[in-house]
């Protein structure tokens, strides 16, 4: 149900874009990102009310990355700038039907396949 695009691999410092296309998100009341580095558990990282576009981040990407929707055409993405190798990893988007801003992998009923983010020099 949900497609991401972009990812690939960036210098410590510069910027990439992840994209997630979906259908029927207008029954979902949140969607957003995660990631899960090797070894480490899947981890939030930012959300965005479907409906009304407030969003909501983890500390460790607060003022670094950006979410963003577009309800028309039915996608919505993640602008990353400022990127640490620390923030190498598998990003998900996700989908939730769940209405009290969600941080938690099973509060998300829709998973995107996952697309690899890599920050080294």
């Known amino acids: 149900q949900l497609q991401e695009s972009g990812g690939g691999r960036v210098q410590p410092g510069g910027r990439l874009s992840l994209s997630c296309r979906g259908s029927?998100?207008?029954?979902?009341?949140?969607v957003g990102w995660f990631r899960q580095a090797l070894g480490k558990d899947r981890e939030f990282v930012a959300a965005?009310?479907?409906?009304?576009?407030?969003?909501y981040y983890s500390d460790s990407v607060q003022d670094r990355f950006f979410i963003s929707r577009d309800i028309e055409k039915n996608t919505f993405d993640l602008l990353m700038v400022k990127l640490r190798p620390e923030d190498t990893a598998v990003y998900y988007c996700a989908a939730s039907s769940v209405g009290d801003y969600p941080r938690l992998p099973n509060d998300y009923d829709s998973w995107g396949q996952g697309t690899q983010v890599t920050v080294s020099s």
């Open positions: 965005i009310s479907w409906i009304g576009g407030g969003s």
């Open positions: 029927n998100l207008h029954n979902k009341w949140f």
